[in-house]
């Protein structure tokens, strides 16, 4: 039986309505900027895009960028906001739960995604595959916890991560120079309803030259 999935179509018309989420996406686009020289020749995948809050931070800085989802309500909301902005090199692509990505691209980034993708190793081997050479997977996720960050588990796969074993795996999909730092945090109310402080780590891996 397939696991249940939230109706991202629906949240997406007040996703950017919380301003805890545009915060978070705000200062995840900038440890990006640090750990990542992007250029104006570089092509951009950011998966599990949502409404483009990153990918659109991430846009003037690039020749293009494509933001990636399995919601069409999500896509459509990016769509919308990057015609308002004329920005013509921003595009979206449809995706599946199990994958479905294509094109070649200098970097992909994802935030606060990975945590909803049940095969980790599957994804890294295929962000390896799409990536130049050379390229850059940069990911920002939750720190291991205990499951209080989602008020609803539905389509949660992972409470966070240990970094120390995602490190690993990015080795094992082949990735070099692998390296982790912090990237911000967010205190929400957690599962129980109490304030909880969560931390969110930016992990970046090279796909070296052949």
Known sequence: MNEPTR????EAATWDDNPVRVKLAGEIAEVMKQQIAFTPDMDVL?????TGLVTLALAPLVRSITGADTSSGMLDVLTAKANRQNLTHVRTMRIQPEGGL???????????TFHHIQHIDRQLSECFQLLKAPGYLCIAD??????EFHPDHTGVFHHGFDRDTLKQQFLQAGFTSVTDCPATEVTKPSRSGDLKTFT???MTGTKPRA
Do not use: K, P
């Not at 109706?7 to 629906?10: M, S, V």
């Not at 294509?102 to 606060?112: E, K, P, W």
């Not at 939750?142 to 499951?147: A, C, F, R, S, Y």
């Open 46 to 50: 950011d998966i599990g895009c949502g």
């Open 142 to 147: 939750l720190d291991t916890e205990q499951g």
């Open 7 to 10: 109706n991202f179509d629906q």
């Open 102 to 112: 294509t094109g070649r691209y200098d970097v992909i980034v994802s935030s606060m």
């Open 200 to 202: 969110i780590f930016l």
